[in-house]
Structure formats: C-alpha cells, structure tokens
C-alpha cells in the first residue's frame, strides 16, 4: 500500500512540475515575449515596400524645368530570402562584382526589407532578370523616380547632383535609409531640406519564397511625400548663350546678376560634367576620370577659384583715396613712362601714359599711377576699403560651397614676410597682383557698389524667393560718381571698347591678371545701362590673355542678349 501511494504521490508531482514547465514556457512565448515573436511572425508574413517619393522640381526664372524626374528599373534583393546562385545570376546580368551586392545586403539589419542593388538599370538587363524572375527567389525589379538633368553639363555647377548616400552618412542622418538619394554641391545640397520628399510605405503579403500574394487589408499604407519645387533666379537661354560665347576656351566662369536686388541670372563655369551620370553610380574609372586634377571638371570655379583680380582693384584704391579726401579727380603723379623704379627693382606698366589724372589713369589702366597711388594711401587704407567691400570674407550667396579669397592687411604681411615687406608689396596690391586673391562671385559682389543706385554691395542669391538684402557702404556720393564716370569712359573710350553694345551705354574694367604657370588670365567686370543698371556680369576666362580683347566682347554680347531676352519677352 505504501509502495503504491508513494508510486502515486510521484507520477503526481512529476504531472504538476511538467504542467508547471509548461505553464512557464506558454506565458513566456505568449505573454512576455509574444509581441517579439508576433512582430518576427509578421516579417516574415508581411514585407514592407516603400514608395520613393519623387524629388523636388527645380525651374529657372521663367519657369523652365532645369532639373526634373524621370522613370528608372531598379533591381532588389530581399536578404533573408534570396540564395547564393541567386546573387550569382544577379551579378552576372547586371555586371557588377557580388561583392559588391552582398556589402550592401549586410547594411540592412531587417532581412526581410528589400535591398536596391542596381538602379537605372537598362530595358535589356530588366528584361533578362523578368525572364528568370521565379529562379531568382528573394530578387525584385522595378521602377522608380530618379533625377534628371535635361541640360546636362550646362548647369552642372550650379545644380550640383544627387546620389546614393554613403554607409557613413547613413550613421550621421538618421531620417535617411540604405538606398535612399542626397544632393551633393550646388542647389541640390544647399536645399536638399526642401527638394527631398519623405518615402512612403505600402506593406505586402508574401510566401515563404517571398512571392507578392497582394496587399495587407488590416495595414494601411502610407503615402509618399513629395518633395517642394525650388524656382531660381537663374535665366536658362542666357546661361546658353554664355556657354557659347566661351565654348572656344577650356577653362572659364562667369556670373551675370541684377545689381539691384542681387538675382543671379548666369551662373556658369567650364570645365565641367554630366551630373545624370551620378544616378546610376559611377565605376572607379568614372570618378578617377572626374578627379583629374589637370581638367577638374568637378570644381566650380564661381565661387572656389581665387585669382588676383589684376586691374579691376583700380576703381576700389579711388573710392577710398576720393573718399578720404587724400586726391581730387585732377590728382597727377609723376608721368608713366612705361615703368617705375623702386630701389633695385623696376615696376613695368603695359604701355607708355605719360601724364594722367585720375580719371584717365581708370580708363587707360595706367599702372605707374596706381603704384604712386598705392604708395601714398598705404596699406591700412588700401585693405580698409578692399574689406569693406566685401573681399577676404564670404559673401554670403545661398551655395554651400565658397572661398573666402585673401585680403593682405598689415597683419597678414607681417606673418607672411615679417619686417622684409616692402613698398613692392604694395605697388602689387595696387594693381591686383601679388598676395590679394578673390574669388569671381566676390568681384561682381564688390562692383554692385558702383552699379547700385543704394551705394550698397548686394549679396546676390539663387532662390528666387530669398532676399538676402545689402549692405549700405558709407561713402561720398561725389567720390562713387567720379569712379562711375570713369568706369564709362572705360567702354567707351578706354581699354574695354569690345564692351560695347549698341543702344546701351556700358561701364566695366578690365583685367590682366599675370600667371606664372602660363598664358595671363582674362577678366572684365561690366553693368549696364550707365543709369539705373539692370544686368553686372563678371567673366574670367583662364590663360586667355588681355582683359579688354577676350573678356570684355564676351561681357558686351552677354548684356546684348540679356537685352535682346527681356525685349522678346515682354513682347510675347
């Protein structure tokens, strides 16, 4: 009998402590750990699929698109579903290498969200992959929105392009996702906050090969965003024409903008590239290509390339000596006899002035006049007034990139040369040469002083809703009106008369800048009409020559058919 209870009591608690176990594991799986495994369960029930929300347009001042979208197949992988042979055939097809496709499949931490291996794939490639589609399991094709460039290398430097973004962005930006697009330089980065939308989520049932079998009814999706269109103050046909007007030289920028109100009509600069080749990703010869440092295609030479700004600085050293009361409008130094010589050294002018005032030694460029001009303001007034407009700072145009160029002030020199810097130094800077460099967005910025009827330099921008205001420079109105009428008598009498245009009285100088590596760097700076100036255009054209015999008629057609536009225009 007590073998039996015994027998009885033990089969009794080994029934309790399984039903105990039991017990313990149920509210573990479904209590505790239930929505683990419910979620776990719904991944691989239900697979998210998002719906790229298409990028912002953007327009140029007259509405054109000059930067739009376009339809592209895409391939995809779902990690969790997708075999080796799978990757294989993939790789094959498309031509990319499979470590590359399976880099990108360990950047995705949920196995079950589809991975873009390959965009703007071809017709043909699609094609293949749709024929083998149900040997392929876990792989996907379709379509999506990509940017487009219709105008290709026009545009380049100022639109920027878009491309995937990098595994290291992805652990800095944590709105964005593996795949998703990012504007790099130009517009595209300065306002990716307003050109890029926010994807939306459409959630899919599917078997466990990762067939489609239809949407969730219980899951409602969630739509795309958009991204907002961006309307600039760039005007299309006359960054065209501007292109043509230097499509003889490899190397040149230029900028036209109203004076006014700081609208940037032409921003343009060569070498340059095809910003559609970023969006379907660039092989390494591609970006070797791009990178060249001899050619540099990439680099906007608008706002990054610094040069000494040769004779354009004249008309700053004026101001600032009339302004100061230092010289008189008749102010004469010794003649020019083609040169000046300071201790052991001999300063050369290009040609012989003999005796000028200060108004003829504007039109006529005379450098022996502005070295003596230099000597007698000194270096603390010649920097004072290049500072106050604007150069050796930012100017602060809505574009991520720019350089701040280099104003030589007292302190500068002394850091760079200690006390061995001479009067020489100074006869440089008188005439742009030497130490002083800016960058051309920075010179057309400076002659808004002498072209804006506020006395201000106006910062310019590229968003045509932006008002990024002026600056009011407090100077004698009678000292601006002498440089302004010597600035007229530099188109037309003086060395910018290829400047000219018919039917508008044009004001601008010029500028030769020397090179040491080469043939002297190009530049004119020019506004019209002489009263209430509508168009500033400053154009450098690299290892070109005399200012006044390339860039000053590229200046002069450019303001002709800013004329010529706005004439049609307003007729229509």
């Not at 196995?111 to 017709?123: A, E, G, L, Q, T």
């Not at 379709?142 to 460039?149: D, F, H, I, M, S």
């Not at 005032?357 to 007034?381: E, P």
Request: charge should be neutral; charged fraction near 25%; aromatic fraction near 10%.
């Amino acid at each position: 009998m007590d073998q039996e209870l015994k027998t009885y009591r033990f089969l009794q608690t080994l029934l309790f402590g399984a039903f105990a176990v039991i017990l313990f594991f149920s509210l573990k799986l479904q209590i505790f750990e239930g929505t683990k495994y419910y979620r776990l369960s719904e991944e691989n029930r239900i697979k998210k699929k998002y719906i790229i929300a298409p990028r912002g347009k953007i327009y140029d001042r007259w509405g054109k698109e000059i930067a739009n979208m376009r339809p592209a197949f895409y391939v995809s992988i779902i990690p969790a579903l997708v075999d080796k042979n799978s990757i294989e055939t993939v790789a094959r097809i498309l031509e990319i290498d499979i470590n590359t496709i399976q880099k990108k499949l360990k950047i995705e931490k949920n196995p079950y969200v589809s991975v873009k291996i390959n965009r703007d794939v071809s017709f043909k490639q699609i094609s293949i992959i749709e024929e083998k589609i149900e040997e392929l399991p876990g792989v996907e094709v379709g379509v999506e929105p990509v940017r487009n460039y219709p105008y290709n290398q026009l545009l380049c430097h100022l639109l920027g392009y878009v491309s995937e973004i990098t595994d290291l962005e992805l652990k800095q930006l944590k709105e964005y996702k593996i795949g998703d697009y990012i504007g790099r330089i130009g517009i595209e980065q300065q306002y990716e906050g307003i050109l890029a939308g926010k994807d939306g989520i459409d959630y899919i049932e599917v078997d466990v090969k990762g067939r489609e079998l239809g949407k969730v009814p219980e899951y409602r999706p969630i739509p795309p965003i958009p991204g907002n269109d961006l309307y600039t103050t760039i005007d299309l046909e006359l960054t065209d024409s501007t292109a043509k007007f230097l499509k003889d030289y490899p190397k040149a920028s230029a900028i036209a903008m109203n004076p006014q109100n700081g609208e940037i009509y032409v921003f343009y600069s060569k070498p340059g590239f095809d910003p559609n080749r970023f969006v379907h990703g660039l092989t390494d010869e591609e970006w070797l290509a791009l990178n060249n440092p001899k050619e540099a295609p990439l680099y906007n030479r608008v706002t990054m390339s610094c040069y000494p700004i040769g004779s354009t600085i004249k008309p700053f050293l004026a101001l600032g000596a009339l302004d100061l009361g230092m010289i008189g409008a008749e102010k004469r130094f010794d003649p020019c006899r083609g040169g000046l010589k300071l201790g052991n050294r001999y300063f050369r002018c290009w040609k012989i002035h003999g005796s000028l005032n200060l108004i003829d030694a504007i039109i006529y460029s005379c450098d022996v006049y502005f070295y003596q001009l230099g000597r007698y303001l000194g270096i603390d007034n010649i920097t004072d007034i290049l500072f106050e407009v604007g150069f050796g700072k930012p100017t602060g145009i809505d574009f991520p990139q720019e350089k701040v160029g280099l104003v030589p002030e007292r302190k500068w020199m002394e850091r760079r040369y200690g006390k061995n810097w001479t009067e020489g130094h100074i006869f440089n800077l008188s005439i742009g040469q030497g130490d002083m460099l800016a960058t051309p967005i920075q010179l057309a910025r400076a002659y808004t002083i002498f072209a804006n009827q506020e006395n201000s330099i106006v910062t310019p921008h590229l968003n045509k809703n932006l008002n990024t205001g002026s600056k009011k420079i407090e100077k004698k109105i009678d000292a601006l009106k002498l440089v302004r009428e010597a600035l007229s008598g530099v188109v037309a009498r003086g060395t910018g008369m290829m400047a000219q245009v018919q039917g508008f009285e044009v004001s601008g100088k010029t500028g030769t800048v020397e090179n040491p590596h080469g043939e002297d760097h190009s530049l004119f700076v020019g506004y019209a009409p002489k009263e209430n100036p509508e168009i500033l255009v400053c154009v450098v054209v690299e290892n070109a020559g005399h200012g006044g015999s390339v860039a000053a008629p590229i200046v002069g057609k450019i303001i002709k058919t800013y004329y010529e536009i706005n004439k049609r225009l307003s007729s229509e």
